[in-house]
């Protein structure tokens, strides 16, 4: 279970990221972070493994309050937070297969990294997520030689290896298409599911986290405005998170956008 409690950062300029924000997540849930950009989503999950320093307030996951641990300590348990990240972060010149291992550096040691001597069964549990993900076929190849939507499943599977006790998203579908888009959102969903992951996913569209999440939360300038179910998103949620717009005609349009490329598969 991760619990944020009254998070706050305030940068050296007097700007606050986030303020108070208070949040219980329990083991196995997917929950979507919406807002308008610079609202603090991306801000509230670098500052839960502490990729951002948090100003007050505490993150405890399963029990170990993160924001007081020390190099040595913070570097163990950010073993157990997979990141998963909007541009990949992928080595282009290593094959899927060394990048998914790139995932067990926090274990291997830096000699066995450096010289690629994984363990045996790091290397059998990469073989079992790329399949998983449906990039077995691919292992070795170059990162540089895939699309957009290879490289979000070569970073799935890289933070899976970890075997974490969380995942942290950071807008895995902004540089995809729709259909692809819909495709990592399932994946992300169905994996949480299988493993019992709990998951924070960072995302910009609305009606892509109505559809498959359990949970939504909604900052606004760096305080909470909404939490609650996908169907409690009335238009006055969202107008009140973003501003005035035509929020049903937004979202019917993506419906009848995803139900025409269905009809095409057919």
Known sequence: ???????????????????????????????????????????????????????????????????????????????????????YALVERLTVMENVLS????????????FRKYPQADIDEAFRLLDRVGLLA?????????????????????????????????????SLDPKTSRQIMRLICELCAERDLAAVINIHDVALAQMFVERIVGLKAGELAFDG???????????????????QATIRDVDEEDSGAEESAA
């Open 138 to 174: 691919m292992a070795d190849k170059r990162a540089d030689e895939l699309s957009g939507g290879q490289r979000q499943r070569v970073g799935i599977a890289r933070a899976l290896i970890q075997d974490p006790r969380l995942l942290l998203v950071d807008e895995p579908t902004a």
């Open 103 to 114: 995932g067990r550096l926090g274990y291997v040691g830096f000699w066995r990294s450096y």
């Open 229 to 247: 179910k996908p169907t409690e998103m009335t238009e006055d949620v969202l107008t009140n998170i973003y501003g005035e717009e035509d929020w």
């Open 1 to 87: 279970m991760l619990e944020l409690k009254n998070l706050t950062k305030t940068y050296r300029t007097g700007d606050k990221a986030l303020t108070n924000v208070t949040l219980t997540i329990p083991k196995g849930q997917v929950m979507a972070l919406i807002g308008p950009s610079g609202a603090g989503k991306s801000t509230l999950i670098r500052c839960i493994n502490r990729l951002v320093e948090p100003t007050e307030g505490s993150v405890i996951l399963d029990g170990t309050n993160i924001t007081t641990l020390g190099s040595g300590a913070l570097r163990k348990i950010r073993r157990k937070m997979g990141m998963i990240f909007q541009q």
